[in-house]
């Protein structure tokens, strides 16, 4: 995910590469203690059952079923081993791009003009990216409070996101996400800024994983499930258009070529559509199509 004006974004947990340790040990009450509420703490010092199951029914109430989702990641992550993951270097995505059949000669002027991923994406220990996490979220707007994020706030969210982009800057946990979530967060660098501002945040982000997945199928690198509804719905664009008129929209700011054809398949759409794409109403949205 890319950092836009205000909003916070990344890439957030689906299914996380852990291993368990064997028959761990409950953390004590006193360490989850300091650092979450005493409900938390609670449920996970013994099974969610009476007492516990009316914590989290509190918690919801008070906080909102998102809040307590990112609260209990964050405590359990505590009792939990993870292995590093293969990241890709940023050099290795530059080859890619480079490599690429299909993108390369969308990237190229972006790449003659100096702008490439190495050096720029950052594999990051707990500690490190936990620090680079509070730095930029705290001057971001928090999507379910739509305010900055407070220090609380930032701390809960931070188990539940893999990596995301500051600007040019790229920061990926060790290990957290996949071998392609380098890839996703590092073809945000070659996105025009026309695409990013006209388009919006979940267009953006489907295009993007439409092309992190062209990658990672190019280089056979398995690809999670990651930004399925935004995804699915570019895919029925290009489907009613091409490729190659999203390519040329996304990375080289044609956005009127793009527009019309969409509109010579379907009269008056694109607008409706990406009013639609912007509120999240995707179900709205592919039925345009």
């Not at 205000?6 to 300091?34: F, N, T, W, Y």
């Not at 800057?169 to 070659?190: N, P």
């Not at 080289?252 to 969409?262: S, T, Y």
Request: net charge positive; glycine share 8%.
């Amino acid at each position: 995910m890319s950092a836009k004006r205000g909003g916070a974004s990344g890439e957030h947990i689906r299914v996380p590469r852990v291993r368990p340790k064997v028959a761990p040990a409950a953390p004590s009450q006193a360490d989850l203690d300091g650092a979450l509420p005493q409900d938390i703490a609670q449920l996970i010092s013994k099974p969610p059952t009476g007492a516990s199951l009316r914590a989290v029914s509190r918690l919801q109430r008070v906080s909102g079923n998102q809040a307590v989702q990112r609260l209990l990641q964050r405590a359990t992550s505590a009792i939990i081993q993870r292995d590093k993951v293969a990241h890709t270097t940023g050099k290795q995505v530059d080859t890619y791009l480079n490599a690429s059949p299909f993108i390369k000669t969308y990237v190229a002027d972006k790449v003659k003009g100096g702008t490439k991923a190495e050096g720029h994406v950052h594999i990051e220990d707990a500690a490190t990216f936990a620090k680079s996490w509070e730095t930029y979220s705290l001057k971001r707007l928090n999507p379910d409070t739509g305010k900055t994020f407070t220090a609380a706030e930032a701390a809960a969210w931070e188990p539940t996101v893999n990596a995301f982009r500051d600007g040019s800057e790229i920061h990926i946990h060790e290990e957290r996400g996949e071998t392609g979530t380098a890839i996703h967060e590092s073809i945000h660098l070659f996105c025009d800024g026309k695409f990013r501002d006209t388009m919006g945040f979940t267009v953006n982000e489907g295009a993007t994983e439409f092309f992190a997945r062209a990658i990672c199928a190019e280089q056979k690198i398995t690809r999670g499930s990651f930004y399925v509804s935004e995804r699915t719905s570019v895919e029925k664009l290009v489907a009613l258009t091409s490729k190659e008129d999203l390519a040329a929209a996304y990375f080289n700011g044609k956005i009127d070529e793009l527009k019309a054809a969409v509109n010579a398949k379907k009269k008056d759409t694109f607008d409706k559509w990406l009013g639609f794409m912007k509120a999240k109403k995707y179900g709205d949205a592919d039925a345009l199509l």
